[in-house]
């Protein structure tokens, strides 16, 4: 895989060069004049973003042999893995929206066969969050794809042929639920933290390169068909996205969905930039995202691989004593989080803020996007002082080192040397000349104080003497609503369904616990064996008895067959007359030939 990526990284840089595309169709069927066909794009953007997936993939790999060393079933945890990510790169080089659908519906099956890994009840329901909220997404795609068809084509690359058709409207909507879907904006952000029930390895690679990134990517791809209302529904939906993690990532104390949060944070800031018009500047900022959130992972799961599984991040601290190289690996990839220059994540966010202050497309977008960008350093500086700066609150006698991890340190390394010199790299590489944007010194100055502020604000966040405590207790409402993602998780599991689940409950008991037990199943059984008793009790009486029986039902039904015949026989008006006088005279001659016989 490091092979490949190295390969595919040196096309990029030949298909940048000559500024060429090359497409492969595989025609499968015509259908109603729409030919069904399975393209292949490779272009710059595709062969770029796959060197960054396969490159990631290669180091996780090598770090996922130690980290689950011991494993009954690695074999199977790898096959899974190896699955995941040949179904992001099936999606990477597919502009047809129904190849895509392969590749989107594999991310979405073998993600949750990852999240349910390890088999407890936590597993189950984080699994099921996360297969549902996808669900949503797979039939949007669905539903595009049944749209397009009216259009003749599938291909997302000449989508902007159609744009003035009034069938787009429904197909870009349906390409935007799918997106923000898979890429856990609001309202389906509460499966991303959920997902961290899987080991981390898969949470290093879900939220760097391969399943969060493909929402964006889609909307990447097919950004050219997006009407201006439709990118300014999605502008403010990413703006609350990125200002709902950052602040739920301060108020949150398991450290694995801290760093899930800050990817949620991240992929808002990404789709904010897809909608101000900037696609270069949305994908540079994702494939240097991918770098240090992976690696970023990758020495959190170090860190509580060595703590006995505790992700509790108050349990932590001076953890510098004893993993001091994976705290220099963290603490990089969390500095390049934060945007510290001239690590690589600086030549991004930096590069994302002047833009937007440059374009300038509101009070609200403006002040709300600094905010959420002075919340990303607070969390990612209360997460440093927990770990490295704090009291070692573990009880535990168990030693721990990097001594112990050294295979998972050749992974992190590899990455680290990317997440310090690949920004800059890229910059030369994707952006055709140095940007320059001119604009007042006040807003130049706005990230700067907005970095400064967060510093301050996470610093106050991490500390945890009494008096801090006394005072948290007064915004107790807020602090939860903040920690809970808006009661987001609640809203998307029984929050939503309670109502639902029970008007079934009472339908279950009052129809199908009640009238229908009654009248079916459990009382008609009881009654067809009492008929069965009785007949089986009458089967062992004396054959005399049932001869007599036998003979009373002939008897009476030959009195009915008699009696039926003689009213046939006359008419209406003087049936009872003619009856009587015939019985009168068969009783008269009965009562004779008696008489004459004594």
């Known amino acids: 895989l490091l092979s490949l990526s190295l390969f595919l990284f040196l096309f990029t840089g030949i ?114 969050l996360t297969a549902l909220s996808n669900r949503v997404g797979d039939a949007a795609l669905l539903m595009s794809v049944a749209w397009m068809m009216s259009l003749g084509t599938w291909n997302l690359s000449i989508v902007s042929i159609f744009q003035e058709n009034k069938i ?14 898979k890429s856990a904006q609001i309202p389906f952000s509460s499966w991303l933290p959920a997902a961290m029930a899987a080991p981390t390895p898969v949470s290093s690679l879900v939220h760097s390169s391969t399943l969060v990134t493909a929402g964006v990517y889609l909307l990447i791809r097919a950004s050219e068909g997006f009407s201006p209302l439709m990118m300014t529904f999605l502008l403010y939906l990413s703006l609350l996205t ?78 510098p004593y004893f993993m001091p190289l994976t705290c220099v690996c963290m603490n990089i990839s969390n500095f390049a989080l934060c945007g510290l220059p001239f690590l690589s994540g600086f030549y991004s966010k930096d590069l994302i803020a002047e833009f937007l202050s440059f374009n300038l497309p509101g009070v609200f977008v403006y002040s709300l996007f600094f905010v959420s960008v002075g919340l990303t350093v607070s969390y990612s500086i209360r997460l440093s002082y927990y770990l490295f700066w704090g009291d070692l609150n573990l009880l535990s006698l168990s030693s721990f080192s990097d001594n112990n991890n050294k295979i998972m340190l050749k992974g992190m390394m590899g990455l680290v040397i990317l997440v310090i010199i690949k920004g800059s790299v890229l910059s030369w590489v994707l952006l055709d000349t140095p940007l320059f944007l001119s604009m007042p010194i006040s807003m130049k100055w706005m990230t700067i104080f907005m970095i400064l502020f967060g510093t301050l604000l996470g610093y106050e966040t991490s500390q945890m003497k009494l008096s801090y405590v006394a005072k948290s207790l007064k915004f107790i409402v807020f602090s939860s609503f903040s920690a809970n993602m808006w009661n987001l998780p609640i ?62 039902l002939v008897l009476s039904l030959s009195l009915f067959i008699y009696l039926n015949s003689l009213y046939s026989a006359q008419p209406w008006n003087c049936w009872g007359d003619s009856l009587s006088l015939d019985i009168h005279s068969a009783m008269a001659q009965f009562y004779n030939e008696n008489v004459s016989f004594y």
């Open 15 to 128: 298909f940048l060069t000559i500024g060429c595309e090359y497409f492969l169709e595989f025609s499968v069927l015509t259908l109603n004049s729409a030919s069904l066909s399975f393209i292949m794009l490779f272009d710059w953007l595709s062969l770029l973003f796959s060197s960054f997936v396969l490159f990631i993939s290669s180091m996780i790999l090598k770090y996922t042999k130690e980290y689950m060393f011991g494993d009954k079933n690695l074999k199977r945890f790898v096959v899974l893995m190896l699955l995941f990510i040949f179904s992001m790169l099936m999606m990477i080089f597919s502009p047809n929206l129904i190849s895509i659908l392969l590749g989107w519906d594999g991310l979405g099956l073998v993600s949750y066969a990852l999240v349910v890994y390890y088999q407890n009840i936590k597993s189950y329901n984080a699994g099921m």
């Open 491 to 552: 809203l998307s599991t029984f929050g939503l369904n309670l109502y639902f689940l029970n008007m079934g409950k009472s339908g279950f008991k009052s129809i199908d616990s009640g009238w229908l037990e009654y009248y079916g199943s459990k009382n008609l059984f009881l009654n067809l064996k009492l008929l069965t008793q009785i007949s089986q009790k009458l089967s062992k009486n004396h054959i005399k008895i049932l001869m007599f029986t036998s003979l009373a």
């Open 168 to 181: 787009m409207v429904y197909i870009t909507s349906f390409i935007i639920l799918a997106a923000i879907t």
């Open 242 to 319: 990125m200002f709902m993690a950052g602040l739920g990532a301060n108020f949150e104390f398991d450290l694995k969905k801290i760093i899930a949060l800050s990817t949620l944070s991240q992929l808002g800031m990404m789709i904010i930039i897809i909608c101000m018009g900037s696609i270069k500047l949305a994908i540079f900022h994702l494939l240097i995202h991918a770098l240090f959130k992976a690696l970023l992972f990758m020495c959190a799961g170090a860190i509580i691989h060595n703590l006995g599984n505790h992700q509790d991040i108050r349990f932590m601290g001076g953890i």
